[in-house]
């Protein structure tokens, strides 16, 4: 059975990956999605094990320790993380996972699932960005300076990507990246993989 695809989904905070995935979900209901751990507190209306797990900064040092992250950064003063054995339980089991998190994290994992798909979401422009961020009204402007901060270095790694999706209408984005999961599952790499096992299986039974 072919594995399924790890989607990496990133970009500056603001650009509006949550809004995109949340769409996906719809749209794309056989795609599973990675729940992420953090150490910032909930947000009005987020659920622990829905929007994110939420754990202390002792409990998230001791899943790092014991090798249960997948990745994981910290970003203006909080922890984010991937919890492994999920994301490896569901591309083995031939389902596609997608990871919401930011660029430090998506880097990190390139370096172990090179063959992921590394998706960097784009704002139309920086000053969109700003207005994004500022609007949302959640944050201290102290906190609204350092993610614009972040949010251009973020941008300058694109080249570490595979492909760009500017954000600029939500329904456009998201029919851009299924057409991107389309096209990797059509990957002659995935076939020939397949290919290559089946006949092994033949060869064995002859
Ligand atoms: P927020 O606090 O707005 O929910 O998220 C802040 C940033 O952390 C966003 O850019 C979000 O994509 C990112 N993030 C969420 N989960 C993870 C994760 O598991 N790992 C990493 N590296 N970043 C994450």
Redesign the pocket.
């Known amino acids: 059975m072919n594995k399924g695809l790890l989607i990496v989904l ?4 603001g650009v509006g ?2 809004t995109v995935c949340s769409m996906l979900r719809h749209k794309m209901p056989e795609l599973v999605y ?1 729940v ?3 150490t ?1 507190l909930p ?1 009005q209306g987020e659920t622990d094990g829905i ?2 797990f939420f754990k202390s900064r002792e409990q998230f040092q001791d899943m790092i320790a014991r090798g249960a992250m997948l ?3 910290e ?2 003063g ?1 922890y ?3 919890p492994r054995d999920f994301v490896e339980q569901t591309i083995n089991s031939g389902k596609d996972i997608i ?4 660029v ?3 880097l ?1 994992v390139k370096e172990t699932f090179p063959q992921g798909v590394f998706i960097f979401l784009m704002p139309p422009s920086l000053d969109v960005l700003k207005q994004r961020i500022t609007g949302r009204g959640t944050e201290s402007q102290d906190i609204i300076d350092s993610r614009m901060t972040v949010a251009a270095e973020e941008i300058n790694l694109i080249r570490y990507y595979d492909y760009a999706v500017v954000n600029d209408e939500i329904d456009a984005a998201c029919h851009r990246i299924q057409s991107i999961v389309t096209a990797e599952h059509c990957r002659k790499e995935r076939y020939l993989a397949s290919l290559a096992e089946s006949m092994q299986t033949a060869s064995e039974k002859a």
Not at 10 to 13: A, C, I, Y
Not at 99 to 102: C, G, P, Q, Y
């Open positions: 990133s970009g500056p905070s990956k949550g990675s992420s751990a953090t910032r947000r929007n994110y990745e994981h950064a970003y203006v909080n984010y993380g991937t990871l919401e998190i930011e430090q994290g998506a990190k």
